[in-house]
């Protein structure tokens, strides 16, 4: 089982940039599939970026160019760089760990949630 703990959200003008991080427990992290998804009030939580336990990375197309996610291992850390922030990126941002042998780009696939961090992109 694992643990995770977000921070680093906020409130940022468009065009600004945010870095959310992700803490996690356990001594078994390089093996999870590592996520983050975001959610706006009465909308499903989606997709934003992963960084599978093998290293490859995907990104939702609305973020390709402007987000990054990285992941140490040895620090059992996720993180997300968020550059060039639009007012539609502001949701509630969840890092998301997965055990099971293929990742997936929906949310009911994923075993474990952090508490979520706001992110608000003023206009």
């Known amino acids: 089982q694992v643990q995770l703990v977000e921070s680093g959200g906020g409130l940022v003008q468009a065009g600004g940039s945010l870095r959310l991080s992700c803490a996690a427990s356990?001594?078994?992290?390089?093996?999870?599939?590592m996520g983050w998804f975001r959610q706006v009030l009465g909308k499903e939580r989606e997709f934003v970026a992963i960084h599978d336990a093998i290293g490859d990375r995907y990104y939702h197309d609305s973020v390709k160019g402007r987000f990054t996610i990285s992941r140490d291992n040895a620090k059992s850390t996720l993180d997300l760089q968020m550059n060039s922030l639009k007012p539609e990126d502001t949701a509630v941002y969840y890092c998301?760990?997965?055990?099971?042998?293929?990742?997936?780009?929906?949310?009911?696939?994923?075993?474990?949630w952090g508490q979520g961090t706001q992110v608000t992109v003023s206009s």
């Open positions: 998301a760990a997965s055990s099971r042998s293929l990742t997936s780009r929906g949310a009911r696939d994923w075993d474990y």
């Open positions: 356990g001594r078994t992290f390089s093996t999870y599939h």
